[in-house]
């Protein structure tokens, strides 16, 4: 199952965002692809904002990883473009992220390859001028059905 949109601006990746949160359940992991810039953090904010979070929304830069304590699970965001080598995923303790109570977004998938969670949904996000053109690629019997009720907009 493949979904594909094009977002005009920042506010149509906010509410694509949003809408990505409506069917988020625990235990789904999300590889967020894309270059520099492409809206990554933007989606996430999105999401956390369709899920009720008010608080700031950053990138995990320079922290590797961001936790956003939800009523129904834990949100877990991470940016691994600072990592030099795989193993610093497990290094950093990250091994829990895949117990099934936590979603997990991991931007730069590449950087800890073999090392990360198999993912439920791959989500590309590529720069079009002032907007952004996003694929959604299910990975997972589960990802396949969490796209079939969560990408209705494209």
């Known amino acids: 199952m493949r979904c594909h949109c094009h977002l005009a601006d920042e506010a149509a990746t906010l509410a694509f ?11 789904l992991t999300f590889y967020l692809e894309g270059d520099l810039g492409a809206g990554k ?16 929304v950053k990138s995990p830069t320079y922290t590797l990883t961001e936790t956003y304590s939800l009523p129904a699970f834990e949100l877990y965001h991470f ?38 969670p198999q993912p439920d949904v791959i989500i590309r996000l590529r720069v079009a001028d002032e907007a952004r053109e996003i694929e959604c690629e299910a990975a997972s019997a589960r990802g396949a059905h969490y796209l079939e009720t969560s990408c209705t907009l494209c």
């Open 79 to 116: 940016d691994l473009y600072r990592m030099h080598d795989p193993r610093e995923w497990m290094d950093a303790g990250f091994r829990e992220v895949s117990d099934g109570h936590a979603v997990s977004l991991i931007e730069w998938p590449d950087k800890a390859a073999g090392w990360l």
């Open 17 to 27: 965002g949003a809408q990505l949160a409506r069917e988020l359940i625990p235990g």
């Open 41 to 56: 953090t933007t989606l996430v904010r999105g999401m956390l904002r369709g899920l009720g979070y008010n608080g700031r």
